[in-house]
């Protein structure tokens, strides 16, 4: 078979379709025209909501070009001559031998009268999205009609556009399709907790207009009536199947063109994929069976033999932050099936399982509030219960224990990888998630596999601990928690009543870290300078060569020259080198221990204080130039990145923590990549959080929008305290919400509702820092006892460290290479190279282009 | 080379931080001193992995019964009684005598091997 094919439609599985026929069809034997209703190539419309978030639409993209394969983006199909064989478009006519109609579906809205007023919207495509958004700029309330799992979406998105929101649903529950009455009990539970309201067996009988013209209420048949600025109907969707039936092509009872096993249609030359495929008769409207259609048909096309495999309707999602799942015969419609379920008002978990007459198989099931079993659970459809069914719901009974499957059970169904898979790359080596998800890949999409990877460690005896080291058998966040409601003050107290040994360079500096985090006063002193790395034990950073480095605060990057001048001058006496950092500040670095309180009496006097570029704290608060000189600026970005820098300078936290302040959308101060950065917007300022350069860069989550500078603080007091007291070790934010138990939308619960009853703890927490605060340099400087670490030898004072010697490059001083090994032999050691003289450096010798003058 | 067998007083035992080191010079040679729960211990200044001399910055501690101190730079641990690694098999620094007499602190120079 070859010649002329023609597919209708790029969205997700029309395009799947074309990746895959190009795989089968390496030689081109099909000519390949795609046309498509909509402006932009295929997207992920399964993260649509995304958009939301801030995934910009570059970021959803699932386009990618084929040789042979012509796409023509906003020229819709409109009519089939089947007779000709021509599809014809506004514009153009395309021949075809083989035609593949990949049209989707469109949402169905009910014809209620007003349902097409101005603020009335559908939610399918990025162009629906970005005209919501535009939309709700400035509104306060909406509705969504439908409280299915799109329904769920669409209130969730308005939520995050600031809107108060309400959801209309016919059915008596929540999802009705994945989930039975109960679990759509607690599901509402959920919704409702987070300010939606829910109206549920009832029907929108109109949608109303206000004064001007534009949708203001939406009234209800039981007699109610909900105010509403913005409307977005989500209430079902419908195979889009016009033109095959204007072409007299036999329909499914449904609607949907109507196809066999092998995806053809009446006509032998036309098949149907994905959404708008009546598959013997029924409709998918999820992906994964739409994206198997397109594979079959690929199949047919090079002269296989593939058919429809069936669809599996597994579905497992975190709508507004709560974890559905539902699997199987979820509805347990089998002839005389048993029903297990388990409901805890107080945890808010409902589970129910469905199993086989004699209870030995297991067929289905439906989760909700807690979906850790999920995997386990689907991975067993259809084979005996891992477990008796109890253990298996009651909610971190361990039941679920993936122990138990079958090598064969799926353990990833994002990834494909099976607990055989998995077990292999234990008995591989790999000792803990990180290196799982690395070797198989599993964990490394939606992430629901995890909590199982770490079981298969378990049954393999491979020890997963949270204690921080030897000499404390609890993590940092419960050491927290001993030293803050304890009170403990001192290492020493804390190691005898909680721990054992003496400690080392992991436990002190993490207790050291507590301590200051909780306001116990100057790092350096009692004991608590023994607990310091030695980077906040000179209150600088150790260099390779035993020097130190010295980084001055300037907050936001903004310096006047007067104060420019005096760190030239100090780098100059003091014969620093001196490098402007990626934080937007100023370095100098070779100093030696008893040089540092030389350099920082000038600094301090010129009115310096400590950067902590030493510190598990604070670094910068990088800025733009904003709204005070940029032509694009709409708010003042660098007083914003000032007033942060000031506010939380000094903060010692798990980790270091970075920020950044843009003036507008252009982002120049690259916000998106810090734990917290913020976008100014004409209204106010865009919070993200949770980013990372670095080892594994990571863009941040947008959190919260249009904030004004006064609800901006608090959000960020919050993050930052909750993050201090409950971040592991040397976790960064990005990280930690990674790894958090319900993300993102835990953590806005936690700080945005109160949900632990944390805020005002948080904030207290917080006042007392900033109140606190004083520069730890000038306290170093005031106080003798302090100054007298500061000596390169104690019984040498005056002798300046004769191994830290400079060698000259590009003009300024570097430390000497080469010398160490030397010293050594002299004084008749064992000869041992240096680690480090096995490392390669390349040798930087090309000529300096001359500058002229 | 030549192994001091004479004490040199260094300082006063005061002047040691329970569980911080101090540098002093000995002879030209950069000693790292620490006063601990176990007592005082003297090993070379000198970081025989990177080589710059900056053991005294260490943390100190324990693993199991062992007294330990950790470079600063890579975080390898070194029992402060016999100066062996315990992260790097065959890696050792040198460790030097050390006691307190009337108050102060004196050392010496003690040749390895
Ligand atoms: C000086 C500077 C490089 C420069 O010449 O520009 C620098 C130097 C060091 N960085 Fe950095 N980083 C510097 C900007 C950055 C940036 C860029 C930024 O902040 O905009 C990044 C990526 C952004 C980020 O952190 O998300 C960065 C990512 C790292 C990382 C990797 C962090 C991660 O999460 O993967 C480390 C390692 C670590 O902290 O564990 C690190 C660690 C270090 C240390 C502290 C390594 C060490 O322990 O000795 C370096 C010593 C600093 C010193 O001696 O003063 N540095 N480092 C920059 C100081 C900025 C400042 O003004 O404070
Ligand atoms: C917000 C949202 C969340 C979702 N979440 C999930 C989920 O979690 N899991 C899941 O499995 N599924 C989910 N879905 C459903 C999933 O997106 C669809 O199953 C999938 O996109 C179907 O792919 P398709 O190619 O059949 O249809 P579509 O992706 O809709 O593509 C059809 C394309 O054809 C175009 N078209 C139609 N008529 C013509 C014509 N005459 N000429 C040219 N082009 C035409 C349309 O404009 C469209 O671009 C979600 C959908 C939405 C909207
Ligand atoms: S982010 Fe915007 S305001 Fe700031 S400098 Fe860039 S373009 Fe100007
Ligand atoms: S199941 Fe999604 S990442 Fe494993």
Redesign the pocket.
């Known amino acids: 078979m070859n010649g002329d094919l023609v597919v ?7 395009q799947r379709f074309v990746d895959a026929l190009r795989a089968r069809d390496p030689h081109g034997r099909w000519r390949v025209t795609v ?4 402006g932009r190539p295929a997207y992920d ?2 993260r ?2 995304a958009f939301f978030d801030g995934v910009d639409a570059d970021a959803l993209n699932l386009h990618t070009p084929h040789d042979g394969v012509r796409l023509r983006l906003g020229e ?2 409109t009519a089939i001559d089947r007779d000709r064989r021509v599809v014809s478009t506004a514009t153009a006519e395309h021949r075809y031998d083989a035609l593949v109609l ?4 469109y949402p169905f809205v009910p014809p209620v009268p007003g349902a097409d007023l101005p603020g009335v919207f559908v ?3 990025l162009d629906d999205l970005a005209a919501i958004r535009e939309y709700a700029r400035g509104r306060r309330v909406g509705a969504v009609i439908g409280g299915g ?2 329904g769920l ?1 669409a209130a969730n998105a308005l939520r995050l556009l600031g809107l108060s929101t309400d959801v209309v649903e016919f059915a008596p529950r929540l999802m009705p399709v994945q989930v039975d009455p109960a679990g759509g009990a607690m599901l509402r539970r959920y919704v409702e907790e987070l300010g939606v309201r829910t109206h549920l067996g009832v029907a929108t009988t109109a949608i109303r207009p206000g004064p001007d013209g534009a949708v203001a209420a939406l009234e209800l048949s039981d007699g109610g009536a909900v105010d509403a600025e913005l409307v977005v109907v989500a209430a079902g969707i419908r195979p ?1 199947d016009e ?1 095959a039936r204007a072409a007299g092509l036999p329909l499914g009872p449904r609607g949907g063109v109507l196809v066999d096993a092998t995806c053809r249609s009446a006509d032998e030359r036309i098949w149907a ?4 495929a009546a598959v013997d008769g029924t409709c998918h ?4 069976p ?1 994206y198997a259609t397109a594979e079959v048909v690929a199949d047919r096309l090079v002269g296989g033999a593939a058919t429809f495999p069936g669809a599996d309707t597994a ?1 497992k ?1 975190k709508l507004l932050g709560v974890d559905v799942a539902s699997f199987g015969d979820a509805h347990g419609v089998t002839p005389g099936c048993l029903d297990v379920t388990f409901t805890d008002p107080a945890t808010r978990v409902y589970a129910k399982l469905v199993l086989s007459d004699d209870a030995s198989t297991l067929l289905g099931g439906v989760l909700v509030g807690d979906a850790s079993a999920y995997p386990t659970l689907r991975a067993s459809v259809g084979g005996p219960l891992p477990a008796a069914p109890l253990a298996l719901l009651a909610p971190d009974g361990g039941g679920a224990d993936a122990g138990a499957l079958p090598a064969s059970a799926q353990v990833c169904s994002c990834n494909a990888v099976t607990r055989g898979d998995v077990d292999a790359a234990i008995a591989g080596g790999c000792a803990d998630v990180p290196a799982l998800k690395a070797c198989t890949r599993a964990g490394t999409s939606c992430g629901s596999c995890v909590p199982m990877l770490k079981q298969l460690l378990d049954a393999a005896g491979v020890a997963q601990s949270t204690a921080l080291c030897e000499h404390f058998d609890v993590s940092r966040r419960e050491l927290f928690d001993i030293v803050r409601v304890r009170g403990i003050r001192t290492f020493s107290r804390l190691v005898a009543e909680h721990g054992r040994g003496r400690g080392c360079d992991i436990c002190k500096p993490v207790v050291a870290s507590i301590l200051a985090s909780l306001g116990a006063g100057h790092v350096l002193d009692g004991e608590r300078a023994s607990l310091q790395d030695t980077n906040d034990h000179f209150l600088a950073n150790l260099q390779r060569d035993g020097s130190y480095s010295v980084v001055p605060r300037i907050p936001g990057g903004e310096i006047t020259p007067e104060k420019l001048i005096v760190i030239g001058e100090v780098a100059r006496d003091f014969q620093l080198y001196t490098k402007i950092t990626g934080g937007q500040r100023i370095d100098l670095f070779g100093a030696r221990v008893e040089q540092l309180p030389q350099i920082w009496r000038r600094l301090v006097d010129a009115g310096f204080e400590s950067g902590h570029a030493y510190g598990k704290a604070l670094r910068t608060v990088k800025s733009c130039v904003g709204e005070t000189w940029c032509r694009y600026g709409v708010q003042d970005s660098v007083g914003l990145a000032v007033a942060l820098e000031l506010r939380y300078r000094g903060l010692r936290a798990p980790h270091k923590i970075k920020s950044a302040v843009s003036g507008c959308a252009r982002e120049c101060a690259e916000a998106r990549s810090k734990d917290f950065g913020v976008i100014a917007t004409e209204t106010g300022w865009n919070l993200y959080v949770g980013g990372n350069g670095g080892f594994r860069p990571r863009h941040a989550d947008l959190f919260a929008t249009d904030l004004s500078t006064e609800a901006l603080i608090p959000l960020i007091d919050r993050f930052l305290m909750y993050y201090i007291r409950t971040a592991d070790r040397l976790q960064r934010t990005a990280a930690w919400i990674e790894a958090m138990d319900g993300g993102l939308d835990h953590l806005r619960a936690v700080i945005v509702d109160d949900s632990l009853g944390l805020c005002a703890d948080l904030d207290a927490a917080m006042a007392r820092h900033v109140g606190s605060y004083s520069d730890e340099w000038r306290d170093v400087l005031n106080d003798p006892e302090r100054l007298r670490r500061f000596t390169s030898f104690v019984n040498a004072p005056d002798v300046p460290d004769p191994s830290i010697t400079f060698a000259l490059e590009r003009g300024q001083p570097v430390p000497a290479r080469g010398g160490m090994v030397t010293a050594r032999d002299e004084r008749g050691g064992r000869e041992r190279e240096p680690a480090e003289a096995g490392r390669r450096r390349q040798p930087v010798t090309l000529g300096l282009p001359e500058v002229r003058r | 080379m030549n192994a001091t067998l004479a004490w040199t007083p260094v300082c006063r035992l005061d002047r040691l931080e329970p569980d911080r080191g101090v540098a002093a010079l000995v002879d030209g040679v950069q000693v790292a001193l620490f006063r601990t729960a176990d007592g005082l211990f003297a090993i070379d200044n000198q970081d025989p992995v990177s080589g710059a001399y900056v053991l005294s910055r260490g943390i100190v501690g324990s693993r199991g019964e062992v007294p330990t101190v950790a470079s600063p730079l890579h975080k390898q641990v070194y029992d402060l009684r016999t100066g062996h690694c315990l992260d790097l098999p065959g890696v050792a620094v040198a460790r030097h005598a050390v006691r307190c007499r009337d108050g102060l602190v004196e050392v010496r120079l003690r040749q390895e091997d």
């Open positions: 209708i439609g790029n969205g997700m599985v029309g046309l498509a209703e909509e419309r399964v649509l909501s819709p199909a990949a049209t989707g579906s939610y399918r495509t799992l799109l979406e889009r033109l994929v994905g959404e708008c409207g999820l992906v994964a739409g579905t999602l």
